[in-house]
């Protein structure tokens, strides 16, 4: 039989965590050994879900009481990611990254100097790569079924999570310090833009290309919020492809403090769309549908029930691999500085109302 | 045009007393119209120079009266949807008599968001790839930030078209949720390929929609000449738009429309 790794999950605070609960409890590819919470709030609602896992209130004192772990979802606040990573290098720990280790640049350098002085893996949450859907709309384009590919346009909008996930709400804890959008503006960075990496990584996919300008620009708030809700991001590729994206928080939302049924108030929560343009045609591609829709419990609204393969199986997967034969992930942490880049760059053109060329 | 477009305006110009004694002439990209309240050349090729030659000229903005659109901005008018704040259009099709230059599309969408809003376009930064595509990002007086992905693709393709306003209170969108093409109201199959009818009009029945939409829209203007002075200051400003579009693409800047 396969080797299983033994797998912790740190602070349990990430808007992603409950999709690893699932994961790591069904793949016996993975033995989930302990989780750590961030507090004791965070522990009660852990212990709702009926797991029989150990609980720590320190993630320290759980690698401590735990040297068989061989990984450890970091999945904390923004703001908390290099202290967990600096933890988990101490104790010699591969990684599961979320997906934004980081906005600030040296401090992103320090993690990838980390990981590789110690030798460790650092796999980067990027689920939307083991999604069928996105994975064929992506092969198709590079395959030439469409000629050259003129411009990568992508959706990932979604009701906003910071009524659930607090932390996600304040610039500090999401974005890792207070910025301002821009001058007279009373918001800060940290918002949708933040919580949405997902389409400027397939983009980079997509193009074979890497960044040669962003240009971004916010809109009025939905919400009374500190942060951008609503955004748009234009600009073009090195290799002359352009792009589209809308990373907005446009999808309304009830605000409940645990994600569940009822949580959305349009009928579809999330949404990954690309269109691709292409000198022979154009792929339109929906990675989260078609579905199937309902009425009724709990607040009587039409609603999309969605129907897609889990990412996270595909992802686990791989993190389980890299581990057994010591191999960098597909998303590494070196690969995904870019993509982070290019979002800092997004706020930059904000700030200025210029577009923002990339080195 | 259809053999019925003629016959059709003719007949609901007289049944609805919009206009006496109405001939209709078609050229390349404009229907000219000669009646009891004047002369008039309606174009819709808007890469085109038209003569000034006794017509007046008129933009013909036939999505004006597209009931869809109309019905988009009613939600707003009627306070369904609040405060906008960004729209997103997507406008990717094959080329066709209405569409021949991405200069058509842009006036088209500009217009569009414009009357759906009811704002004013003031900045544009664009991105073109040569003549057959272009992003563009494009801001108003009253800070609507709208995104556009406007191009063609190649002949027989399905269109792909979308407009979605969000507000503070909720969207209104043109495409249904979980779908990615148009959807009509009529399908046959028969093996290998599907015909699809849009019969939308039962005044102008068997009609393509953008031509029951460019009788719709004549038989409007017509009706109180005063909207064709609108109609031209709009177009005067529609130019504006197209021109800060094409200068963001030169010189990679925000660029604020004149006038």
Not at chain 1, 152 to 158: D, E, H, V
Not at chain 2, 135 to 155: A, Q, R, W, Y
Request: some cysteine; glycine content about 6%; aromatic content about 12%.
């Amino acid at each position: 039989m396969m080797r299983q790794v033994n797998m912790a999950i740190s602070s349990l605070t990430h808007a992603h965590v409950r999709k690893y609960y699932a994961t790591l409890n069904d793949n016996a590819k993975l033995n989930w050994v302990a989780v750590s919470c961030a507090n004791e709030a965070v522990a009660e609602d852990f212990k709702l879900y009926g797991y029989d896992i150990p609980i720590y209130m320190s993630t320290e004192q759980m690698l401590k009481e735990h040297p068989e772990i061989d990984g450890v979802v970091i999945a904390s606040e923004n703001h908390q990611h290099f202290a967990d990573m600096e933890l988990c290098a101490k104790y010699g720990k591969h990684m599961l990254s979320m997906k934004i280790p980081t906005f600030d640049l040296e401090e992103y350098d320090r993690m990838i100097r980390l990981v590789e002085e110690k030798d460790l893996i650092c796999q980067v949450e990027l689920e939307m790569h083991y999604n069928p859907s996105c994975r064929r709309a992506i092969e198709l384009a590079r395959s030439g079924a469409i000629g050259d590919i003129v411009s990568f346009n992508a959706t990932n909008i979604t009701l906003s999570p910071v009524w659930a996930f607090p932390w996600q709400g304040v610039p500090e804890r999401s974005y890792g310090k207070r910025v301002p959008l821009r001058e007279g503006d009373s918001r800060f960075r940290g918002g949708a833009l933040s919580d949405h990496p997902h389409i400027f990584d397939m983009l980079r996919w997509c193009t074979g290309s890497d960044f040669d300008y962003v240009f971004a620009d916010v809109a009025d708030n939905i919400r009374d919020i500190e942060e951008e809700d609503v955004l748009y991001v234009t600009g073009q590729m090195k290799n002359g492809c352009k792009f589209l994206l809308d990373p907005s928080w446009s999808r309304l939302e009830e605000k409940i403090k645990r994600p569940g049924p009822g949580w959305e108030v349009l009928p579809k929560r999330m949404e990954v769309n690309f269109s691709i343009v292409g000198t022979e045609g154009v792929i339109q591609a929906d990675c989260f549908g078609p579905n199937v829709y309902f009425n009724g419990g709990p607040n009587n609204r039409y609603t999309v029930q969605y129907t897609y393969f889990d990412e996270w199986i595909g992802m686990m997967d791989e993190f389980h691999s890299c581990i057994l034969n010591h191999t960098q992930p597909k998303i590494n942490l070196q690969w995904h500085r870019k993509t982070i880049e290019a979002m800092v760059r997004c706020y930059d053109s904000i700030a200025s109302g210029e577009p923002v060329y990339i080195k | 045009m259809d053999s019925k477009f003629v016959p059709y305006l003719t007949e609901l110009a007289e049944k609805y007393s919009v206009a006496h004694g109405l001939a209709v002439e078609l050229e390349a990209g404009a229907v000219k119209i000669t009646c009891s309240k004047g002369a008039f050349r309606f174009f819709y090729d808007f890469a085109k120079t038209f003569p000034q030659d006794g017509y007046r000229n008129v933009p013909l903005y036939h999505w004006q009266l597209k009931r869809r659109y109309v019905e988009l901005r009613n939600i707003l008018d009627n306070g369904m949807v609040v405060h906008p704040l960004a729209m997103r259009i997507h406008h990717i099709v094959p080329r066709d008599i209405f569409t021949r230059s991405l200069k058509d599309i842009i006036v088209f969408e500009s217009n569009l968001a414009e009357f759906i809003t009811r704002q004013k376009i003031g900045k544009a930064f664009s991105s073109f790839s040569g003549e057959v595509y272009t992003n563009c990002i494009l801001s108003t007086d009253g800070n609507v930030k709208i995104s556009m992905e406007l191009g063609f693709s190649p002949d027989g393709s399905e269109p792909v078209l979308l407009h979605e306003i969000i507000g503070k209170n909720g969207l209104a969108c043109d495409v249904t949720v979980d779908t990615q093409t148009q959807q009509y109201p009529i399908y046959v199959f028969k093996g290998k390929e599907t015909q699809k009818y849009t019969d939308i009009d039962a005044e102008l029945y068997d009609m393509e929609n953008t031509q029951v939409d460019a009788i719709r829209f004549i038989l409007w203007a017509l009706t109180d000449t005063s909207r064709m002075d609108e109609l031209c200051e709009n177009y005067a400003h529609m130019e504006k738009v197209y021109e800060a579009v094409l200068a963001s693409d030169r010189s990679v800047r925000y660029t604020n429309v004149e006038g």
